[in-house]
């Protein structure tokens, strides 16, 4: 009899253990389900979330993307490590005079971590167009910024009209910028 009952027991202890884990691991999955849908990708069409960052080699001057609605505006995240930041740079350098006069803004967020670099990069590429420091990755984890660089074109209402993964052409770079050219 102490056998069947010794049986019994240790069966009921397999599946309560067996259930425990079951339920564990359904918590986990819900933990982990959730914290996915906050990190959302920034889906063309959407609003683009706002942001404030300091602007680069200033003193303590604040650049946030609210404070240029009706405008056209590019946001790239680059590093000066990123090969293909290298590239594209120049272009963005190239258009940003006849664009800024049509209302569109060109803002570039930095993704490095020393300042030293970031300056030598500027000055040898004669950069004039805000350059943003992003220096917990605030804004890059907002916008689920993964590969660099990535660039999203955001229309003078506040939509997100396009986001490009990967270096950009002068071509390609002018096209986008043509769509989020405010209406004169």
């Known amino acids: 009899m102490k056998e069947k009952t010794l049986k019994k027991k240790k069966k009921r202890l397999i599946f309560r253990t067996s259930m425990l884990a079951v339920m564990a691991g359904l918590v986990v999955f819900a933990l982990v389900s959730s914290f996915n849908k906050e990190k959302a990708v920034v889906a063309e069409g959407e609003p683009a979330p706002d942001f404030q960052l300091e602007k680069f080699g200033s003193d303590g001057e604040t650049i946030a993307l609210s404070d240029l609605e009706g405008k056209g505006v590019m946001i790239n995240f680059w590093a000066t ?104």
Not at 102 to 117: C, M, P, R, W, Y
Not at 129 to 153: A, K
Request: hydrophobic share 35%.
């Open 81 to 184: 490590y990123c090969e293909p930041c290298k590239d594209e740079m120049p272009y963005m350098e190239k258009l940003y005079p006849e664009y800024k006069k049509k209302g569109v803004e060109i803002l570039a967020v930095n993704l490095d971590s020393t300042n030293i670099v970031v300056e030598q990069f500027l000055d040898k590429y004669g950069i004039t167009f805000p350059i943003l420091q992003d220096e917990n990755g605030q804004v890059m984890n907002r916008y689920n910024v993964g590969p660099i660089p990535s660039t999203f074109f955001i229309s003078p209402e506040g939509n997100v009209v396009k986001h490009v993964v990967g270096p950009l052409t002068l071509d390609k770079l002018e096209g986008y910028l043509q769509q989020i050219t405010p209406e004169a």
